[in-house]
């Protein structure tokens, strides 16, 4: 236990979770929490690199769920406080195969909803009981208005967002902040595939270090959304009034 800042990345090997922990990492001590935990060499270089004092790894499934409040506990044990969570973990799936196959429409919403939920709650208590912390979560524009071509997805994020939104209100003079990231289509390795398959990036499209650059500025600012970039916030107020006729006919 010391004195240091400690950062904690749910999602250890998330492309933009560890673009924000890299950047956030300079005198801290960083946990990266991860399944095979013991398979994030790159990831703690990357931390080393970024002057992190010292990184450790610990094991995290996002979708055993049991064990979430176990786990925050143990890290609060050791080393006394959690000064930042970035929760970035998550899945895109495969919208066509989750029209027809349940378990995996079920796999998306357990990981991309329940599991978030069961991991911001225990943190946000953890956080409340220490009178301060940051916890960064993502959204994404595609839960803003859900649309046809990734409606299961897009639900995920929907109901990610209203739960992130409410609890930032319930955090409100805790001492405890909570930013909600609200990016549009990201390129990288998450996206990978379906630019493979020939999609097209969307209009507006960022790199995992361009959303992590607006998430940090935007945290260093104080503020509790961040929409990325910001040119989507006034886009996606107009699309809401777009008539559904129109609006089911959306791309991806």
């Known amino acids: 236990m010391s004195n240091r ?12 979770g560890v673009e924000v922990a890299a950047r956030l990492a300079g005198g801290a001590t960083v946990i990266l929490a991860a399944r095979r935990s013991d398979d994030l060499a790159d990831q703690r270089e990357r931390m080393l690199g970024e002057n992190a004092a010292e990184v450790h790894t610990i094991e995290f499934d996002a979708n ?16 006394g406080r959690i000064d930042l969570a970035i929760i970035a973990f998550g899945i895109l799936g495969d919208q066509a195969r989750a029209e027809v196959d349940t378990q995996h429409a079920l796999q998306i919403a357990h990981t991309d909803y329940l599991a978030h939920i069961s991991v911001m709650t225990p943190l946000a208590a953890a956080m409340k009981t220490q009178g301060s ?13 859900v649309r046809r071509a990734n409606y299961v997805y897009g639900s995920t994020k929907a109901g990610l967002d209203g739960f992130a939104s409410g609890l930032s209100d319930a955090l409100h003079g805790t001492g ?34 361009q959303v992590a650059d607006a998430v940090v500025k935007a945290l260093r600012a104080g503020k509790t959304e961040v929409w990325i970039p910001a040119a989507l916030r006034p886009m996606f107020f107009i699309m809401r009034l777009l008539p559904r006729a129109i609006w089911r006919r959306m791309p991806r």
């Open 5 to 16: 800042r400690v950062v904690v990345l749910f999602g250890g090997r998330s492309e933009i």
């Open 64 to 79: 055993d769920t049991a064990q979430h409040d176990e786990l925050i506990r143990k890290i609060v044990a050791e080393f």
């Open 133 to 145: 912390g940051d916890l960064i979560v993502f959204s994404s524009v595609a839960g803003v208005r």
């Open 176 to 209: 405890v902040r909570l930013l909600l990231a609200r990016p549009g289509f990201v390129i990288g390795n998450m996206t990978k595939e379906l630019m493979e398959s020939g999609v097209k990036p969307a209009p507006m499209s960022r790199t995992a270090p």
